[in-house]
């Protein structure tokens, strides 16, 4: 098997589960995963099968989320699974003031990741530190978020907002709604959070585990295949000769004045060869082989 899963994660379980679950039902030992989403969180969750857990690194970055902020309270982990450590009445709050200040999480911003997170300081993960009640001093970070909007209000005593949010790598959605309820003086914690997008799977197209182990029993299963998981990248089809020579390691001269970087390779059969990487910087370029997938 040989190919990508558009997984709909369930809430309740971790990616690292999901990627046991999907080992266990096809049977096959080499499965990863792109982008992991917290235990609590639902939603696309990409998962690469066989040979394609080598091209996980190749796959677009860009995220989309649906996430619904409480404002009112603060949590130790910026979301409900953690304890409250500070509770204020947000009743006072519109979605006029909400959407005053929701600008300043759009572009280019600055965000501390939160204390309970994968990250590694030190080669120690943030969330064992967090655990040992340990002291931590997190740098913040460029992130980027494309588009935020909001679909839903409820006022109340614990306001809530429902977003859309549109970003790219390693942006926590925990630490918007965090710094949100800072900058309205009420604090805000992360209510729920589905993944619409992500690495080039859309939500409407992804299966559930109980799906996939229907498909997977009626021998229907359908994997997404590298070549068009990997459609963003340019493609350059090598005829026989040159396609052999690069599947066994060597570097191709080639002229391809529009491309550069990572490319997906082609067999002119139309097999998927691999990814290579075009150095145009020489006087010919040249097409060096990164990941190979073919045997020729």
Known sequence: ??????????????SHDCVMR?????????????????PAATGVLPIAVGKATRLLQFLPQNKAYLATIRLGVRTTTDDLEGEAIAIAEADRLTLQDVE?????????????????????????????????????QVA???????????KDWRSGK???????????????????????GEILQVGGT????????????????????????????EQCLELTPPDLALKHLGMVVLPASAALRWCQGQAIKIHTPNLNGFVRVKHED?????IGQINSSQPEAVLAPQVVQAEI
């Not at 929701?102 to 655990?131: T, W």
């Open 270 to 274: 139309g097999r998927f060869l691999g």
């Open 158 to 180: 614990f306001a809530e907002l429902d977003v859309a949010i549109a970003c790219g790598p390693g942006t926590y959605i925990r630490s918007i709604a965090r710094d949100l």
């Open 22 to 38: 999907v080992r266990r039902l096809l049977k096959i030992k080499r499965v990863g995963h792109a982008g992991t989403l917290d």
């Open 190 to 217: 992360l209510a729920a959070l589905q993944r619409t997008f992500s690495s080039g799977f859309s939500l409407t197209e992804s299966l559930t585990l109980e799906t996939l182990e229907a498909n997977t029993q």
């Open 140 to 150: 913040a970070r460029t992130v980027e978020v494309h588009e935020i909007a909001v």
């Open 100 to 136: 005053a200040v929701l600008g300043q999480f759009q572009g280019k911003i600055q965000q501390i990741p939160p204390n309970y997170s994968a990250i590694q300081v030190e080669g120690r993960r943030l969330y064992d530190l967090a655990r040992k009640g340990e002291d931590i």
């Open 1 to 14: 098997m040989f190919g990508f899963v558009n997984l709909n994660k369930p809430a309740g379980l971790t």
